[in-house]
T-cell receptor
Framework: EAQVTQNPRYLITVTGKKLTVTCSQN?????MSWYRQDPGLGLRQIYY???????DKGDVPEGYKVSRKEKRNFPLILESPSPNQTSLYFC?????????????FGPGTRLTVL | GQNIDQPTEMTATEGAIVQINCTYQ??????LFWYQQHAGEAPTFLSY????GLEEKGRFSSFLSRSKGYSYLLLKELQMKDSASYLC??????????????FGTGTQLKVEL
């Protein structure tokens, strides 16, 4: 089954404790992206990657890091989480072959930073 | 920059038709997407428009006017399961690797009996 998976699905942590949210897709997609979703603000892009070892900032990259060492994986790293990073996070992926290429979203990770 | 507006909430009756509007102002345009999102779940793709006109897909249709910066999503024969948030998203030009989506804040649709 074609899918995007994220782990963990739920996480409660404390300020300053480094964490990683994993994202993996099995569709051989070149493009992967991380979004956060907050009430009244919609989905906002954090980082994206166009292929292995190619990553760039989205609209809200502060406090986050990413890596793309393999095509299927795109982890999101919070080196020192803060309460304002409490949010619902989605990973998405798509082909880059043409204009109709749709982004497919993972199930989401609900993060609470105390 | 990008600015996308859509109504916050709408209510409609089961079996009826509802139209959800989206207006956008973007620097560059390379397609408009509609996604459906049930509470706490992932957005799922509904439709895509890049040229002016209507795209029909079963009970769902989407319309685009690029000159007016306007789109709508039309849902027919509403069912209770259509109660969800509907997200309008614009892919703008060559920013974000040419595939960046900018989302509106979503329209929460409630379908009533």
């Amino acid at each position: 089954e074609a899918q995007v998976t994220q782990n963990p699905r739920y996480l409660i942590t404390v300020t300053g404790k480094k964490l990683t949210v994993t994202c993996s897709q099995n569709m051989n997609h070149e493009y992967m992206s991380w979004y956060r979703q907050d009430p009244g603000l919609g989905l906002r892009q954090i980082y994206y990657s166009m292929n292995v070892e190619v990553t760039d900032k989205g609209d809200v990259p502060e406090g986050y890091k990413v890596s793309r060492k393999e095509k299927r994986n795109f982890p999101l790293i919070l080196e020192s989480p803060s309460p304002n990073q409490t949010s619902l996070y989605f990973c998405a992926s798509s082909l880059l072959a043409g204009p109709r290429d749709t982004q497919y979203f993972g199930p989401g990770t609900r993060l609470t930073v105390l | 920059g990008q600015n996308i507006d859509q109504p916050t909430e709408m209510t409609a009756t089961e079996g009826a038709i509802v139209q959800i509007n989206c207006t956008y102002q973007t620097s560059g345009f390379n397609g408009l997407f509609w996604y459906q999102q049930h509470a706490g779940e992932a957005p799922t793709f509904l439709s895509y428009n890049v040229l002016d006109g209507l795209e029909e897909k079963g009970r769902f249709s989407s319309f685009l006017s690029r000159s007016k910066g306007y789109s709508y999503l039309l849902l027919k024969e509403l069912q209770m399961k259509d109660s969800a948030s509907y997200l309008c998203a614009v892919r703008g030009g060559f920013t974000g690797g040419g595939n960046k989506l900018t989302f509106g804040t979503g329209t929460q649709l409630k379908v009533e009996l």
